[in-house]
Nanobody
Framework: QVQLVESGGGLVQPGGSLRLSCAAS????????MGWYRQAPGKQRELVAS???????NYVDSVKGRFTISRDNAKNTVYLQMNSLKPEDTAVYYC?????????WGQGTQVTVSS
């Protein structure tokens, strides 16, 4: 059973950058699609970025051009590079597979964008 652990969050000023990591306890090469989600207080969890095993990516409009998702199957890790961060990006960020979500979800990593 694969478990995912998110890390890399923190407090950053608007316009700053963060790189999130999602480390898997097992191989992710067999997981066709991996994604990053975020959930702000009082809001539903939303998928912000996804990447297929072939490297095809998708982003929600609000992060397009600012966030980049990548995966390293050899390291069993998925990354989310976040640039030009805005206060509205503040949320807990989670990784999981949109097609075959692992349960329970991980603890996530908190991203706070504030001046």
């Amino acid at each position: 059973q694969v478990q995912l652990v998110e890390s890399g969050g923190g407090l950053v000023q608007p316009g700053g950058s963060l790189r999130l990591s999602c480390a898997a306890s097992g191989s992710i090469s067999s997981i066709n699609v991996m994604g990053w989600y975020r959930q702000a207080p009082g809001k539903q969890r939303e998928l912000v970025a996804s990447i297929s095993s072939g490297g095809r990516t998708n982003y929600v409009d609000s992060v397009k051009g600012r966030f980049t998702i990548s995966r390293d199957n050899a390291k069993n890790t998925v990354y989310l590079q976040m640039n030009s961060l805005k206060p509205e990006d503040t949320a807990v960020y989670y990784c999981n597979s949109p097609l075959r979500p692992l349960r329970p979800w991980g603890q996530g990593t908190q991203v706070t964008v504030s001046s």
